[in-house]
């Protein structure tokens, strides 16, 4: 159309999924509890986005596919092994704000039956069943960590909460009880419980608390039946946990783990054991780790397992011990009926058998043998070629080993292992080898490897280690004769191949900008991709230039491609447009959105080259190169490359060939070019035409079925995503694509889908006894610390100068002998010369150096000799540690003495030690018991008059009265859209609105007629039913003649509560109240909470001390501060007193006396600098003794100089010292003699009167000043003292409280140890009467229970009765008006007993039943004598006959309803006869009990009566003297009563009295009020009387007799007619207001249908108006914007290497002359600032400006 932009195409195409699964040849065996049991034969596994059933006999692999696309994150296998869950990841496919899912899959068929929604926000780690199957757990991955419990079956969570803040390993249900579950993982585990709460079922954890030892990664974990949980640990120790408290830990003798390495399986086993007793039920742990063993503990020594107190750990013996094999590390272990499955991590399954109880605690136990399934890579796979003449292929792992596959018959032909894990592979072409049976292989520790297959398996033909770091690429020329590789330590060798098998020649190395990725042959050229983003083309060094004899180390010549890594943003030219025109809007927002998206791409600055391709150069462009980024892999003409050093532009990217939201990471053509083959991030491999088969080349790409990993997850530096795809790889005829991928998933696909692609064959025959046989072996790189080729030969050329050097030590050290023994020979002669002759030993001496190293020599021995002693140093050392620690360090406050400043007066603090850990815990317990008790308290007696709690019984049943009464449905019902009529329907024409008016007007009609007949029947039955409800409710209020009145009840015990008994304990008759019985836990409560008390009234007491302490040490200060101002006063005022500073004494400062000791270089040096002031004192002494002393009194002393120094230097340098500083001296005596001439002559100068007078005010000033601090001094001494003197007093008070406090201690600590005499026999009663009661509470239930049935019973006993009654009134209806002889025959037609045919489970019954036969027996006359047939009388309607046949046959089945009902009847009052007879001995044994318990309780308070305690009382207190005024002597009378107590006893007597009064005069107010009511009861009744004689007389006018109203109205009415009616009455009227509704509903929308086309076209009319504006504005804007772009215009903003590094060297160029600058001003300060003239300064001014 004219005037609309032509829509430009898509930036990437939709994605086109294709191709199929073939085969998976992999398994996940890192990942945690990745193996489950179908049965004994068949496992479940995951790897990548696979779920794999394996069958372990046949090596079959079933797989099914993930749905979400982000990989499988945990699985789970339903206890009925009919189901299996599966955890999924959120990935690169998932659709957008989906979270992942659990699937629940039917074994069966493989089908999804269940999908669990919104369980976590990325991934998924861990899932767990529960015993029953009917609850799942799981648990999510980072960021949320989410523990989720499901009701699967209804697809609902029932809880959910935070696991943890790191990644969860497990989740488990705990299978003795559904309701607890536990966790575990990264340095945690966790226990839950699934609690009830007031706000409903809560999700409670709580977290394990490792204590002394370290936190630990915990994997495996088993729960005991008692709640207990046992545990691994990452350091082989077994742990066992009490509730969250680790109780101990558990290893074997001599302290050793119980594993070396991880615990990660721990399994509870139980087994029957046959004994001398029967059969019994046997324990036993078994536990697996990372050291292949699996072994097996007795479970009564881990259960009693407790901490010892020697050594802090529990010792147990490991009773078997089984290994699996000496490589084998179990990660996790599935168990089946037979056999135990080990998944171990090194890459394989291995299957054990299952021991029984009997042969685990054998004395001689089996030692089975384990079997190895399945062996496969172990990790990530990192690389992969296919075979260019068959279809094998072999792939290359972290793990080390590379393996051999026939992937159409999917099975692994052999393997062979290294030391270090692969990273390149390049199966050669038959232009290489003809048989196609070299393999190059590099590995991550620098080492390269020539492989051949053979029949037997790889042989290895050569092997070099050309570097030091990971092999990234190796790259051969185009006939092979050359090969180069790049790694990771920045460098690039360089071989010369004369043969490719044996025979590959070093050439040399060279180093890199940045590491190698990525490299390809060009010509003579070597084009290598670099970390750093550069593309280089390394000339190929020529063999002549290098000389390997010297080194392989070159100076490498390169160039590097000028190339883009993203596109320009395309320059916006002026566009003209008509003003019909309309501006496209969202192509501007797409263009501001690619901007912003390149100018973030700019910011990350170069990126990392990860693959180069080169491609046919027919195709126009020849080069493709992928970054590690997302959708950056471009092609490129590659040939922007400098030439001469002639700069050329940058070239821009032509096509980018990845995907939307994909980083490829490797690329690759086919085997026969037709694809471009890419490896990506996230599991994602894509397909490019790389021919233009089905378009121009590269344009058409397809993406395989995701079948590695595709989680999202933010990438780590250096880290691989976990489904990163690493290799690639098609067979010869690309009928299939093999990929493999860092999650450790290696997968064969199809590649159906793909036009023309080849279908692979069914089958392959491959023959490996064809294929070559081994050679002869050369020698392997196997150690770790091997040399590379440069560092080879760097080590020989050391070792052959080591060799030089060493001959050349030998060749001196002759020399040395030689001159030794011509020395020896000098000495030798001098010594027998003659004594004027013989030269001294000084001047024999040949370097005096040599002695001074001997000197130094006795040093070094003297301090051996000190280290010799260091030990017993620090022995002694650590002795007073251990001390301290034992008796200081556990001290919160020592004590302190602090004293007063005048009054001579002191205190001193209270010694407190800090609270144990142990003791911190039991008094946080007692507190968690007094709140709870205290909300429970709160709860019970809440206001009953208060609104009900909503939920609550009460509330309910407000709810329930609120509602209206006898409402249909329909009434409380409004209608949803789902029931408003279709808009066609409605608009459907006039005649149907016609029809819908008259059904309306008819239906009005209806309403207004009066109630039917059953309306009136039911309101008058309902009427008469309300009335008789009301009767039974009031009757039922009726109290009885011996029950108590609930109010006086509760006064009673009220009375009881608050009355004030004072029984005395000692008392024969004192019964113990059942809430003051006092146990062993309520004691040691007692005992911890006076503890805190005294703990906490001596910390209180520290901390004001500890204040008043410090308040001393700042008085001190300021009061110092003003003495010495008062000092300075007295010096004015030449007064010669120096008043006294005040100090802290020794006393008031402790923590100063425990400072750490003096070190032993403190002492040294203190010693030195001891003597060093000796000798100084010395020559003073010296110096006063006479003249010239003072020649020897300078302060030169080097302690340091050698003592062989020579004496002519030491004295001329002494010498001098002392000259300079005579001189020095005589200066100085100089200036101090001018001073004090002046001095003295302004002393003798006379003072004027006005100087006087300034003198005597300065004075008089000074005077005050000084007065005033004093007075200030004496006042704060003052005051403090009085202070300190009220806290003496304080604790003096305080003391004999705590002394009082610590004799209730040991009299608690004593009735503790008594009450603990008495704990086995107290629970044991206690149990006693808890289960007598439970007993009572069940019978009594069951009481209820019985008697409720029975009330139904009578009830139902009664409604029979009533149809009985309404049958015979029936059939007195039916024969009045006949005959009185026809009535008799009828009457006894109805009334005769007939044999009726019973049903076939009937008569079962009664055979059944030997009851049966007795009573056909008893009534054989009867039936004899009505075996005549029966016939209708003479007469007689044969309809009247026949209904009255209905009526007796109505009648018998009465009669037999009834009959049941009897029996049943009959066997409920047995059964509520038993229940009562059961009651009353429950009754009794309870009784019982509480007699033994009350009996107990005596026995316990007399003995804790003989405790004595001591008790201290004032003299007021004592009131009990005899006559004399004096206390008695005997004291077994005398009791100690509290005051309040003796008041409450004297006003209990007046209160007593006062209650008498109230209680007679409300009795007397009962009296008249009961006389009252008599009189209106005997009123009512009369007339009640009176209104039955008038019915009763009403009806014998209108009936004859009495007749029953109910009846009556059940025969006049039909019923079942009525109620007919009025169900279709109620249909009408409920439709007939739907359709209201409809046509209401229909009418508004069609309002608001107009409303919006009237408001659309307006919105439509500004649009207009405001797109002509937008117009006119964006023509301006392309003109200014042209204008920017042509000033913008230029090279790439992106900062090169090189940049960076001219930029560093500048920076650090400048730095070094600003460092010596200021060395240059710094030497210029010290020579005194006079250095620069004026005139110098202005020239230097002047040369800095310049």
Request: net charge negative.
């Amino acid at each position: 159309m004219p005037g609309k932009k032509k829509e430009e195409e898509p930036r990437f195409p939709n994605e086109e999924f294709v191709g199929g699964i073939l085969n998976s040849f992999s398994c996940d065996f890192t990942k945690f509890w990745n193996v489950h049991l179908i049965n004994d034969d068949v496992v479940l596994t995951s790897c990548g986005n696979l779920v794999q059933i394996i069958d372990l006999t046949t090596k079959k692999v079933e797989w099914v596919l993930g749905s979400d696309g982000g990989g499988v994150g945990a699985i789970c296998v339903h206890p009925s092994k009919q189901s299996f869950a599966v955890c999924e990841k959120v990935g690169s496919q998932t659709q957008p704000n989906i979270k992942p899912r659990v699937y629940i899959y039917s074994y069966e068929d493989r089908r999804v039956i269940k999908t669990l929604k919104d369980g976590t926000d990325n991934f998924y780690t861990a899932a767990s069943y529960s015993s029953s199957g009917t609850k799942l757990a799981t648990v999510g991955g980072d960021d949320d960590f989410m523990l989720t419990v499901w009701n699967w079956a209804e697809e609902t969570v029932i809880l959910r909460f935070k696991a943890w803040g790191s990644e969860v390993f497990r989740v488990t249900f705990n299978p003795y009880d559904e309701g607890f579950l536990t966790t575990s993982g990264n340095g945690h585990i966790k226990f839950w419980e699934m609690a009830k709460t007031f706000t409903g079922l809560k999700l409670q954890g709580a977290i394990g608390k490792f204590g002394k030892i370290d936190i630990q990664d915990i994997v495996g974990y088993a729960e005991l039946p008692d709640g207990k949980v046992l545990s691994g640990s990452y350091e082989g120790f077994l742990l066992m946990w009490e509730a969250n408290l680790l109780k101990t830990d558990i290893r074997m003798r001599g302290g050793a783990p119980c594993h070396e390495g991880p615990v990660e399986v721990v399994e509870l086993l139980e087994g029957e054991v046959v004994t001398d007793q029967g059969r019994e039920t046997w324990r036993a742990f078994m536990t697996a780790g990372n050291d292949g063993y699996m072994k097996y503990w007795k479970f009564s020594d881990i259960d009693m397992a407790d901490q010892a107190d020697d050594h802090g750990y529990c010792e147990v013996d490991c009773i078997l011990s089984i290994k699996i094999d000496d490589r084998c590390c179990i990660r996790s272990i599935a168990k089946g009926e037979k056999y135990w499955i080990l998944q171990d991590a090194n890459g394989a399954y291995w299957r054990t058998p299952i021991l029984s109880m009997n042969a685990i605690y054998s004395e001689m136990p089996p030692t089975p043998e384990s079997e190895k399934l399945l062996d496969m890579h172990a990790g990530a796979i990192t690389c992969i070629e296919a075979s260019p003449v068959d279809y094998c292929c072999v792939t290359g792992g972290r793990d080390g080993t590379i393996r051999m596959w026939s992937f159409i018959k999917k099975k692994e032909l052999f393997k062979r292992e290294f030391s270090a894990g692969l990273t390149y592979l390049n199966w050669l072409p038959t232009s290489v080898s003809k048989d196609a049976s070299l393999i190059v292989a590099a590995f991550d520790n620098g080492v390269v490897r020539v492989l051949n297959k053979t029949a037997v398996g790889f042989n290895l033909s050569a092997v070099w280690k050309p570097h030091t770091a990971a092999i990234n690429d190796i790259a051969f020329n185009k006939d092979y004769s050359w090969a180069a590789t790049v790694s990771n330590d920045e460098m690039i060798f360089f071989f010369q191949i004369k043969d490719m098998k044996t025979e590959w020649v070093p050439v040399g190395e060279s180093s890199l900008p940045s590491s190698g990725n990525c490299a390809y042959w060009e010509g003579d050229r070597l084009i290598v991709g670099l970390q750093n983003g550069d593309v280089l083309a390394v000339t190929r060094p020529d063999p002549a230039s290098i000389d390997p004899n010297v080194t392989f180390i070159f100076e490498c010549v390169y160039e590097k491609l000028q190339y883009l890594q993203k596109p320009k943003p395309p320059e916006k030219a002026v566009k003209q447009r008509n003003l019909e025109d309309e501006p496209d809007d969202e192509e501007d927002e797409e263009e501001e959105e690619e901007t912003v998206e390149e100018d973030h791409l700019a910011d990350l600055g170069p990126l990392p080259v990860t693959s180069i391709l080169r491609l046919p150069e027919k195709q126009g462009y020849n080069l493709v190169i992928a970054m590690q980024h997302i959708e950056s892999a471009y092609t490129y003409t590659g040939v922007s490359w400098p030439q001469e050093g002639i700069e050329v532009p940058p070239e821009d990217p032509l096509m980018n060939v990845s995907h939307l939201n994909t980083t490829v990471r490797r690329m690759r053509l086919s085997p026969m070019g037709t694809y471009l083959m890419m490896g990506c991030e996230k599991g994602t491999v894509i397909l490019r035409d790389a021919l233009g088969k089905q378009g121009s080349p590269l344009k058409k790409c397809w993406h395989m079925n995701l079948a590695h990993d595709g989680r999202s997850e933010i990438r780590q530096s250096g880290v691989c995503l976990p489904g990163t795809v690493l290799g690639m790889a098609m067979s010869y005829d690309e009928s299939v694509l093999l990929t493999v991928s860092e999650d450790g998933s290696f997968v064969s696909h199809q590649l159906k889908g793909i036009p023309d692609a080849a279908e692979p064959p069914p089958s392959a025959t491959i023959d490996v006894n064809e294929w070559a046989q081994p050679a002869k072996e050369v020698g392997d790189i196997t150690s770790v610390e091997a040399l590379s080729i440069q560092q080879t030969k760097d080590k020989e050329d050391r070792d052959r100068a080591h060799e030089a050097a060493e001959q050349k030590k030998l060749t001196l050290n002759e020399k040395v002998k030689k001159l030794q023994l011509e020395y020896q020979a000098i000495v030798n002669t001098n010594a027998e010369a003659l004594p004027g002759k013989k030269i001294s030993k000084e001047e024999l001496e040949l370097d005096p150096e040599i002695t001074q190293l001997l000197h130094q020599e006795n040093e070094r021995l003297i301090a051996e000799v000190s280290n010799k002693w260091a030990w017993e140093t620090a022995k002694s050392e650590l002795q007073r540690k251990k001390l301290e620690s034992r008796f200081v360090d556990c001290l919160k406050v020592d004590r302190i003495v602090l004293h007063s400043f005048a009054s001579g007066k002191s205190v001193s603090s209270f010694r407190t030690p800090q609270l144990t850990p142990d003791q911190q815990r039991k008094i946080q317990m007692v507190h968690d018991l007094i709140s709870n008790e205290n909300q429970r308290r709160n709860q019970m007696h809440q206001d009953p008059g208060s609104s009900p709690v909503p939920g609550s019984p009460l509330s309910e049943q407000l709810e329930s009265n609120a509602q209206p009464e006898a409402l249909p449905p329909s009434a409380l019902s409004v209608p949803t859209t789902n029931d408003l009529p279709d808009a066609s329907e409605t608009m459907s024409g006039d005649g149907e609105v016609a029809t819908l008016n008259s059904t309306k007007k008819s239906k009005k009609e209806e309403k207004t007629h009066v109630k039917s007949q059953l309306e009136k029947a039911e309101e008058r039955k309902r009427q008469r039913m309300e009335r008789k409800a009301l009767y039974d409710e009031l009757l039922a209020k009726r109290p009885q003649a011996d029950q108590e009145d609930p109010k006086d009840l509760q006064m009673i015990q009220k009375a009881e509560r608050n009355m004030g008994d004072k029984k005395l304990k000692t008392d024969a008759t004192y019964i113990v109240k059942e809430t003051e019985r006092v146990t062993a836990e309520r004691k040691e409560r007692q005992l911890i909470l006076l503890e805190e008390s005294i703990n906490t009234l001596r910390l209180d007491f520290n901390e004001r001390f500890i204040a008043m302490r410090d308040l001393k040490e700042r008085l001190i200060t300021n009061i110092n501060h003003d003495l010495k101002k008062i000092e300075a006063i007295n010096k004015q005022l030449m007064i010669e007193e120096k008043p006294g500073l005040y100090n802290m004494i020794d006393e008031e400062m402790p923590d100063k006396k425990r400072q750490e000791p003096i070190s032993k270089e403190v002492l040294q040096q203190y010693e030195k600098d001891r003597a060093k002031a000796r000798r100084k004192a010395e020559k003073e002494a010296k110096a006063k003794a006479g003249f010239g002393g003072d020649l020897g009194g300078d302060d030169f002393d080097d302690e340091d100089a050698p003592p062989d120094e020579n004496d002519k230097m030491v004295q001329a340098r002494k010498a001098s010292l002392r000259t300079h500083t005579r001189r020095e001296s005589q200066t100085i005596t100089a200036e101090m003699r001018l001073n004090l001439e002046l001095k003295a002559k302004l002393d003798k100068l006379p003072k004027s009167a006005l100087e006087q007078e300034e003198e005597a005010i300065r004075r008089h000033q000074l005077m005050f000043d000084k007065n005033k601090l004093q007075r200030k001094i004496d006042k704060t001494i003052a005051t403090f003292d009085e202070a300190l003197d009220e806290l003496r007093r304080e604790k003096f008070k305080l003391e004999g409280d705590l002394k009082m406090a610590d004799m209730r201690i040991l009299l608690l600590y004593r009735e503790l140890v008594l009450l603990k005499e008495f704990k086995k026999r107290d629970e044991s009663l206690t149990k006693k009467l808890e289960q007598h009661r439970n007993e009572k509470l069940d019978v009594t239930q069951k009481t209820n229970e019985c008697q409720e049935k029975l009330n139904e019973k009578m009830v139902e006993i009664k409604q029979l009765l009533e149809r009985e009654k309404t049958n015979m009134n029936e059939m007195l209806q039916l024969l009045s008006g006949l005959p009185q002889a026809m009535r008799e025959q009828l009457m006894k037609i109805f009334r005769k007993k007939v044999k009726r045919k019973q049903t076939k489970g009937e008569c079962e019954e009664e055979e059944s039943e030997e009851s049966s036969d007795e009573d056909w027996e008893s009534d054989d006359d009867e039936d004899n004598a009505d075996d005549e047939e029966d016939t209708c009388p003479e007469g007689c309607s044969e309809e009247i006959y026949q209904s009255v046949l209905q009526l007796r046959e109505r009648r018998l089945d009465q009669e037999e309803v009834v009959s049941e009902f009897q029996k049943s009847m009959e066997t409920l009052r047995k059964e509520n006869e038993g229940l009562t007879k059961r009651e009353k001995a429950t009754n009794q044994k309870l009784l019982q009990v509480e007699k033994e318990i009350q009996s107990f309780q005596t026995e316990k308070q007399q003995r804790l009566n003989q405790l004595e305690t001591s008790i201290i009382l004032k003299l007021s207190q004592i009131q009990a003297l005899n006559e004399n005024q004096k206390v008695p002597a005997d004291h077994e009378n005398l009791v100690v009563f509290t005051n309040g107590g003796m008041r409450e006893l004297c006003n209990r007597i007046v209160q007593l009295q006062t209650d008498k009064k109230v209680l007679n005069k409300e009795h007397n107010e009962h009296k008249r009020t009961h006389c009252m009511l008599m009189k209106e009861k005997r009123a009512t009744e009369a007339h009640v009387k009176e209104w039955e004689q008038k019915v009763y007389e009403v009806q014998l006018l209108k009936f004859g007799q009495k007749v029953d109203l109910e009846s009556l109205e059940d025969v006049s009415v039909d019923r079942q007619t009525e109620e007919l009616k009025e169900r279709l009455r109620k249909e009408e009227i409920t439709w007939e207001g739907a359709i209201r509704v409809q046509v209401q509903a229909l009418k508004k929308l069609k309002e608001q249908q107009q409303q919006t086309i009237s408001k659309n076209s307006m919105l439509l009319k500004e649009l207009a108006d405001l797109r002509q504006e937008q117009q006119r504005l964006e023509e301006h804007l392309n003109v200014s914007q042209n204008k920017i772009l042509t000033r913008m215009a230029g090279g790439s903003r992106i900062a090169t290497a090189a940049d960076r590094s001219n930029l560093k060297d500048l920076v650090v160029m400048q730095q070094r002359e600003i460092d010596a600058l200021k060395s240059e001003i710094a030497m210029l300060r010290r020579k005194g600032g006079h250095v620069y003239t004026p005139v110098v300064s202005k020239v230097v001014k002047a040369d800095e400006t310049t």
